[in-house]
């Protein structure tokens, strides 16, 4: 039984309510005092509605099948549950309360973790599915919600709610839901509706490392038919395409755990992790937040990004490169091909054509940005050399067509706006070199009459 005041619960069962800690669609979830035990735990309710007797029935399996899974999972990086309690209304799950945070947190462009600490949460997440699937269960939902993160970056898989029993017949097995799992996450074999088996998991922690080390999902649309289509059939972009930060090592680690094919996909999550810490193994592992955050306060002070959002300055910071730049070297050269461009941090870099000096660009100043424009040709017809030493944010043109649409909109109309200032600036050096123009134009376009659509002229003037 549960007690509830006006104000909220009080208990439920032998447990003494503390605060509410989240409230989903289906559940709610309490933090409680556990008084025998003498412990802080999460214990999560369930109401059974009396609208609807089929989804009450729905429900209560799912909590039913938790409850099973629990009692055979017992490692680290797993939420341990306690206790579980089904009454007529409602069922509660008593489980370990993981003082931290969840990775869902952290799947925006402007709030992803350092990479050395994704990859060792991935590895502790791979390990524990590796537990789960000996013991014959599948977890079927993982994404960023069910994984949290307690202190030292001590990854708990939750939520085993949607597992699957691999021990038992699946023709009998009433907890083996069709369809279940988060669309996004899901291998494209669930999306099938195939037979499952650990290799849908491998597949969904994929999906969620991918998101945390490029701060969007490897597949995107604007409804769920076309994200169904591209998950079953479209490749996934490299990471380093959309992160040119990132080492190239993780490209073949991500690509084997997002595979169609299922003899390609790791086969365990311990082959997953094995490949993870070779990867690990090459990285310095330093908090590059501050790091980050002072790259981020540099752009925004910069007149370039002055109509950015702050999201939208995050996502330049993830597809581009910070060079430090010696004096006198190219950036680029006429009758190149490429599509380089980037901003001037610091520093100034002279740019001409044919050994002739058109302009000299400083701090906020674009570099390249023609080439970059220019719809059909990345021919180059500007040298841009440095001066003196100069910091320049390059920005990989390729990641930078995967970023969002509104990055790519603010950065061209941008870009637009100074290309068309530097036109109009050496549209006034032309004219002052020219000839007096020959007539200076007596009256102006406003006051002429105007045609009406059958062939008659309007004599409504409008005022100059």
Known sequence: MYRSTRLGMETIGKYRVLR????????????CEDPEADRQVAVKVIRFGQDSAAMSRRMRKLFQNERMVAKRLDHPNIVRVFDAVVEEQFAYLVMEYVDGFSLEQHCRIDKLLPMHRVISIIFKCCMAL??????????????PANILVAANDEAKIADFGLALNMNKDLDR?????????????MSPEQIKGYPLNQKTDLYSLGVVLFQLLTGRLPFRAANQATLVYRIINTDAPAVTALNPSLPEGLNPVLKRALEKDLYSRYRNGAEFAKDLSGVRYKMLEE????????????????????????IEIWEV????????????IALIREGEHNKLFGIVITGCVEVSIEGRML????PGEPVGEVGFLHPASDLRHATAVTLEPTLFLEINAAALALS??????RMRNTLLARMIDRLREVNKIAAAQGRPAALTGTGSLSSMPRLRPGGGVDLELTSG
């Open 404 to 409: 969002s649409e509104e990055l790519l909109e």
């Open 287 to 310: 908090d590059e937040t501050e790091h980050d955050l002072r790259h981020f306060e540099t752009l925004r002070r910069l007149n370039f990004f002055t109509e950015f959002e702050n």
């Open 130 to 143: 590796d537990a789960a699937y000996r013991q014959g269960i599948i977890h079927r939902d993982i994404k």
């Open 173 to 185: 097995d009433s907890t083996f839901i069709m369809g279940v799992g988060s669309p996004a996450y």
């Open 317 to 328: 910071l993830r597809v581009s490169v910070w060079r430090q730049v010696s004096p006198n």
């Open 20 to 31: 509410e800690l989240g409230k989903g669609a289906t559940a709610t979830v309490y933090l």
């Open 359 to 362: 302009c000299r660009l400083g």
